[in-house]
T-cell receptor
Framework: NAGVTQTPKFRVLKTGQSMTLLCAQD?????MYWYRQDPGMGLRLIHY???????AKGEVPDGYNVSRLKKQNFLLGLESAAPSQTSVYFC?????????????FGPGTRLLVL | QKEVEQDPGPLSVPEGAIVSLNCTYS??????FMWYRQYSRKGPELLMY????GNKEDGRFTAQVDKSSKYISLFIRDSQPSDSATYLC????????????FGAGTQVVVTP
């Protein structure tokens, strides 16, 4: 099992450009999450999904959109990138109902917005 | 003010020493308490999970939760250089769809 994978690993964008980060999991997990990690801020939840076709806002959703068209994939989109979105992005997944707090994380995507 | 506070460190200890980490929080509704370990340039991985108050031990790791003081701790006994990582505390409210509130993380360096 690959677990949780993220594509790409690293990306440089110019202000105003758009991009999509892909998260894939092969554990048949219902719940998936997108976080961003900034120095001194810990991990902050951007958006999450409780199942295929569902999405919900987290703590810092502004400037991001998400889609969960397939159970195994969770996409994070930046429509118009801003320097404030420079960060490391982590995707995570977990079982439904019980064990939601046991989240399995991907290796991260480092994004630099110039 | 953040809901979860954690000293960022770095915390440097000699090999074999006990590492003591802690977090404080303000939301009394938190019921699930976790410690994640994150190696440099890797994703976090769950280390310890505790529900409500009490202690939990797993090998060299002990997690403690004191809900009355809104304080959680992680102890690492007989620390090894391989324990050098950032340790993140996390907590959540029951029924919150697994939405976790993380501390900023404490960097631990275990020197041989």
């Amino acid at each position: 099992n690959a677990g949780v994978t993220q594509t790409p690993k690293f990306r440089v964008l110019k202000t105003g450009q758009s991009m999509t980060l892909l998260c894939a999991q092969d554990m048949n997990h219902e719940y998936m999450y997108w976080y961003r990690q900034d120095p001194g801020m810990g991990l902050r939840l951007i958006h999450y999904s409780v199942g295929e076709g569902t999405t919900a806002k987290g703590e810092v959703p502004d400037g991001y959109n998400v889609s969960r068209l397939k159970k195994q994939n969770f996409l994070l989109g930046l429509e118009s990138a801003a320097p404030s979105q420079t960060s490391v992005y982590f995707c995570a997944s977990s079982y439904g109902t019980r064990g939601l707090e046991t989240q399995y994380f991907g290796p991260g995507t480092r994004l630099l917005v110039l | 003010q953040k809901e979860v506070e954690q000293d960022p460190g770095p915390l440097s200890v000699p090999e074999g020493a006990i590492v003591s980490l802690n977090c404080t929080y303000s939301n009394s509704a938190f019921q699930y308490f976790m410690w994640y370990r994150q190696y440099s340039r890797k994703g976090p991985e769950l280390l310890m999970y505790t529900y409500s108050s009490g202690n939990k031990e797993d090998g060299r790791f002990t997690a403690q939760v004191d809900k009355s003081s809104k304080y959680i701790s992680l102890f690492i006994r007989d620390s090894q250089p391989s324990d050098s990582a950032t340790y993140l505390c996390a907590m959540s409210v029951s029924g919150s769809w697994g939405k976790l509130q993380f501390g900023a993380g404490t960097q631990v360096v275990v020197t041989p």
